[in-house]
Structure formats: structure tokens, C-alpha cells
Nanobody
Framework: VQLQASGGGLVQTGESLRLSCTAS????????VGWSRQAPGKEREGLSC????????FYAESLRGRFTISRDSAANTVYLQMNSLEPEDSANYYC??????????????????WGQGTQVTVSS
């Protein structure tokens, strides 16, 4: 029972990436799923969450509409589409699942242990 984040990489300012959060051992459709990130020397920052059942989406105001979270239940995966990337977006990105979004939007751990995350590096 785990979540695996993937899709990170090295991109230039203004480019896009799509991160994937894939569940194994349980059905992600029954859970809210959130993305957070942590850069070296900084606190973990909650970014976005998609709620269970209704798929209502929530975003940190700091993202300024550049990121979009979505769910593909058939693939048991939640995505984070990141556009107009900036060097300040460089961090290790993590996903987590919970029964609801509030704690995930604070960057807190969900029901599963933190995985390794996926590294995003944006060059200027």
C-alpha cells in the first residue's frame, strides 16, 4: 500500500511538467489526494488537493493559477500539471492521501508514509 510520485525533471523557466501520483494496493478514488513540495532548508509547502467523491480542487494562493490537479480513476492516478515554471518552483514534490483535504493543504503527511518524492529543478 503506497503512493509513488513521478514525472519530475530538469526544465527551463516557463516550461511545463506533469507529475503523477500513482497508488498501489488501494483505490485512490476513495481518498482525497494532495501535493506538497519541500526545497532544501525550507518547510514543506502544501500546494493542491483534490477531494474524494466530488473531486473538488483546492490550490495554494501562491501558485497564481499555474498548477492544475486532476484525477484519472481508471489509472488510479492523480496528476499535477505545472505550467510557467519558475526557479522558485524547484523542490522535491510529494503526494499524499487522506480522507479529506485540509491537512493535506497544510503539507501534512497523509495515511501513507512519505515516499521519495520526485525532484523538480527549474533553471533560469
Amino acid at each position: 500500500v503506497q503512493l509513488q510520485a513521478s514525472g519530475g525533471g530538469l526544465v527551463q523557466t516557463g516550461e511545463s511538467l506533469r507529475l503523477s501520483c500513482t497508488a498501489s494496493g488501494f483505490d485512490l478514488a476513495f481518498y482525497s489526494v494532495g501535493w506538497s513540495r519541500q526545497a532544501p532548508g525550507k518547510e514543506r509547502e502544501g500546494l493542491s488537493c483534490i477531494s474524494s467523491v466530488t473531486d473538488k480542487t483546492f490550490y495554494a494562493e501562491s501558485l497564481r493559477g499555474r498548477f492544475t490537479i486532476s484525477r484519472d480513476s481508471a489509472a488510479n492516478t492523480v496528476y499535477l500539471q505545472m505550467n510557467s515554471l519558475e526557479p522558485e518552483d524547484s523542490a522535491n514534490y510529494y503526494c499524499a492521501s487522506e480522507s479529506s483535504c485540509p491537512s493535506l493543504l497544510q503539507g501534512k503527511r497523509g495515511l501513507n508514509p512519505w515516499g521519495q518524492g520526485t525532484q523538480v529543478t527549474v533553471s533560469s
